[in-house]
């Protein structure tokens, strides 16, 4: 069974900083696209960023270009958000999902497209 495991969250201040990890178990995490996503309290959960299989594309929502980075290491097992200049509205809980990298990249901001999901890891962004 898949488990994805994420951590680093936490309380920080506004133009803070903070790099999430989700830790994958009982898979292949190299045959994997990942993803994150995130809810704001009150609001439906949303596209983060995305990494392919190999790492060699990525993509990003509108709100978080230029601030937030993801990356993997497949060695590792890991992937990573490195969230800079953080602001109260990316205040949410985030969470890592992954599918098979036979799926189509071209879904990667599409959430009934991931198989194995986190259960979340809480960022709060003091003002």
């Known amino acids: 069974q898949v488990q994805l495991a994420e951590s680093g969250g936490g309380l920080v201040q506004t133009e803070g900083s903070l790099t999430l990890a989700c830790v994958v178990s009982g898979g292949t995490f190299d045959r994997f696209h990942m993803a994150w996503f995130r809810r704001a309290p009150g609001k439906d959960r949303e596209f983060v960023a995305a990494?392919?299989?190999?790492?060699?594309?990525?993509a990003y929502a509108e709100s978080v270009k230029g601030r937030f980075t993801t990356s993997r290491a497949n060695a590792r097992n890991t992937l990573y958000l490195q969230m800079n200049n953080l602001q109260p509205e990316d205040t949410a809980d985030y969470y890592c999902a992954g599918r098979a990298f036979s799926r189509s990249w071209r879904d990667y901001a599409l959430q009934r497209a991931y198989e194995h999901w986190g259960q979340g890891t809480q960022v709060t962004v003091s003002s």
């Open positions: 990494i392919s299989w190999t790492g060699a594309l990525t």
